[in-house]
């Protein structure tokens, strides 16, 4: 708190020396100063322009090569990005709502299992969401006929855990491979379109094979775009998932370590 005050102090006199030293600058040169601002301001303006014409320029050119590509494979191209897009916005929320703060969920379940028992720990579990907390529900289910049939639980219900944290993540890897695919076959269609043009006319022309080649460069650029993009949110998504994971192993263990020191103190 006291760095933060002797900042702020500092920074109030250094504000406050410019503002003077501006004032009594500005009593001589008003003139000059008045000038430059107008200046300054025109620059800023034009500037300004410029951006707003270079940012038109580049949404509008970029519409403009995505409606030269076709409406065939572009189409596909673009329903494949939002599809996998919205496949992988729904996988990110899922992930992120079922991460769950291991240390202080074990903490709360040995507690209530030294004071209430197991079925205070089950409520506890209750009240917490995500798949570590579904977990220990399973094994402390399972608690009161051994320890084996606690572990069995607990590694079966993992699995299952583990298949809904991978749910559809599968169509993102789909259309990440099935972009480029789609750009590189367009490729091949408008080189063969253009070789057709060469055939028909009986002469070599530029004119004749630019169209064909520009459309299938085109196509092979949006695929690999639409391809990068998705790949960037797939490995979020398994770094995200590898992650639980490892909490859900971990929380394993130490479920396993709590029911057996319950069982102990209860036969004590």
């Known amino acids: ?14 504000v406050l020396g410019a503002v003077n030293l501006n004032a009594a600058n500005s009593v ?11 200046q300054q301001d025109e620059d ?42 919205a496949i992988a916005i729904e996988r990110i929320i899922f992930l992120n709502l079922s991460t769950t703060n291991t240390k202080k969920l074990a903490q709360d379940v040995e507690d209530a299992l030294k004071s209430g028992g197991v079925e205070a720990a089950k409520e506890v579990c209750r009240n917490t969401r995500g798949p570590v907390a579904s977990i220990y529900y399973q094994g ?26 991978e749910k559809n993540v599968s169509w993102v890897s789909l259309f990440i491979a099935l972009a480029p695919m789609l750009g590189f076959m367009g490729t091949v269609i408008g080189m063969i379109q253009a070789f057709d043009r060469i055939e ?18 085109l196509t092979t650029v949006f695929g690999l775009i639409v391809a990068i993009i998705l790949q960037i ?6 770094a995200k998932i590898d992650s639980i994971v490892n909490d859900m192993e971990d929380a394993s263990i130490i479920l396993i370590d709590m029911l057996v020191d319950y069982k102990n103190r209860k036969r004590i």
């Open 1 to 14: 708190m006291k760095r933060l005050f002797s900042i702020l102090v500092i920074a109030a006199i250094m």
């Open 28 to 38: 001589n040169t008003l003139p000059s100063t008045t000038v430059t601002f107008v």
């Open 44 to 85: 800023a303006a034009a500037a300004d322009e410029v951006g707003e014409e270079e940012t038109a320029g580049f949404h509008q050119e970029l519409k403009r090569r995505f409606i030269e590509g076709g409406p065939g494979f572009m189409g596909i191209v673009l329903l494949c990005l939002i599809l996998g897009l």
């Open 140 to 165: 402390l289910d399972r608690a009161d006929e051994s320890i084996e049939a606690a572990e069995k639980a607990v590694v079966a219900y993992g699995g299952v855990q583990m298949g809904q944290l």
């Open 200 to 217: 028909a006319a009986g002469d070599m022309q530029p004119s004749l094979v630019a169209g064909g080649i520009k459309v299938a460069l």
């Open 233 to 238: 949110f797939y490995n979020y998504i398994i």
